[in-house]
């Protein structure tokens, strides 16, 4: 009982301090580095889209927490997509990929920019004959997969290996939890402490704070919306599931702005008032606003190192860029 | 002179082969690590533009050579550009900057496409108060000019300090060109002769290879555009300037597709033949195209590592993006 006190107050990796309903993030093992490389290169692709002018990175810029800060994204020819564009960062926490949930992975959901016409505006099979004339790629995918005849199954494989590495750990509130008591303010502890009684550890839980479980959006009041995404019940027709979406993620989030699915909201504190109000039907005091925003704050992890890649120059049959059409 | 002999066998930096009209380039010294990183941040910062979606890194995708590999680039609102976006790398070593020459150097350079409509739409007082409400940026200004009130100065000459460091040495001709007779193909060799033998040298010379004169685009024949731009003498107001540009750079030519001010030309044997044809009034063979071609490849140097840059969250002042006008 005594070595389990030091372990704990030595913070070692893993331990937990308590029972908490929020577990850390944890460094992930890389089993296949080359894999994870091509993934990157092809996360940073722009000739996946058809103006060659973006790539999964226009939208979910690692500089900036895995997101755009846009209300929502700028896709082929400048038009504005449906929804607010989740982080990437911790996305592999999530039990389903998109706000709706339509996709059941990283690698289903990396399918769908591609070839949505609001976004990167291309069709899978043009991507892949795109990348096929590319002498380096077929190399990269040879050594890989053991075929240079590639699809776009291994191509989102790949960007989805790339994705699993782009955890946040190390964040104030991550140490707090390995018994780092002084990871936290006293403010954010009482936030924490906050964030527990008035209920958002019902929806925002595990390691990711969220991810893992649909809501309704404006469960006890009606959220009050110009964006006509459906949510949950577009994908599976059910009625009564119009309006839910995932819960998401927490981490980074001071990074992420503009808040909910349809970015209405641009101030953290704002956004902490209206959950608590729609979803929970509690009115907060400014005290209490303050000091959840404060803990939120506490959920910005270590963003990822990214050397950014080196792109192989196109080839002679390298499909051109069409930015009209 | 047995001594010097076994130096040039060996390739020691630094070490000539020969009296060669092209000079390999350097790595250069960092004098003040923290203004490169600043000014990484700012070349990769979206909110110097308007929508907050497009940053230097746009149009000079370091990922790509340095350029956006389209005939011009897609600015605020997906305009078009009216010239194609010359490559950022080795750009200190320009005599001047842009196509035109319009700015003298790289500072003078970056202000330009903030506040040009076309591109990121901003304007300098806007760009650099939205910088302003971020706590990183002014301590960071702070700590280098000794001003947390930075202006427009400030940002450029950052942001030119960053891509100081943008250089590309240890082609497999710059290896040559110190001693390292392996470095080329018996075909890059001969390339290179014909490129001295056939007077592209008269303009593509110097540590650049190009970027130190200006020369008219249609010398001997006429080039056939549609693209409007008037060159150096739209700048200086001299008749007989019109249609005269700066000569690019030939370092990285392999990845900077397409090619000529106008974009016109994806092929880079297509290049050279018609470069060889209107500047020089020469007809090239198919295999003196290969062969120069093959030498042009040559020229591509090891590519800037650039570990992206976290950028600092915005602030409840930050100012929105704005998408639509």
Redo the contacts between chains.
Sequence with gaps: MKQCYLLLVLGLPGMAVANEPIQPVEKVTVSSPEKVELGKMLF?E?RLSK???ISCN?CH?????GV????SS?GH??Q?GPINSPTVLNASLNFVQFWDGRAKDLKEQAAGPIANPLEMAFTHQLAVETLQTMAEYRTRFNTIYGKRDFGIDEVTDAIAAFEETLVTPNAPFDRWLKGDTKALTAQQLNGYKLFKEKGCVACHNGVAIGGNSYQKMGLIKPFATQNKAEGRGAVTGEQQLIGWFKVPTLRNI??T?PYFHDGSV??LKQAVTIMADIQLGQTLTEQESDDMTAYLKSLTGD?P???????P??S?TTP??E?KS
């Design positions: 940073f722009p103006s060659n002018a226009s810029n690692l500089a900036t927490g755009d800060n846009q209300v700028l020819k400048w504005e001071e990074l702005a641009w101030d963003q190192q990214i050397v950014l890649p080196i792109l120059p196109s002679p051109k860029p930015v």
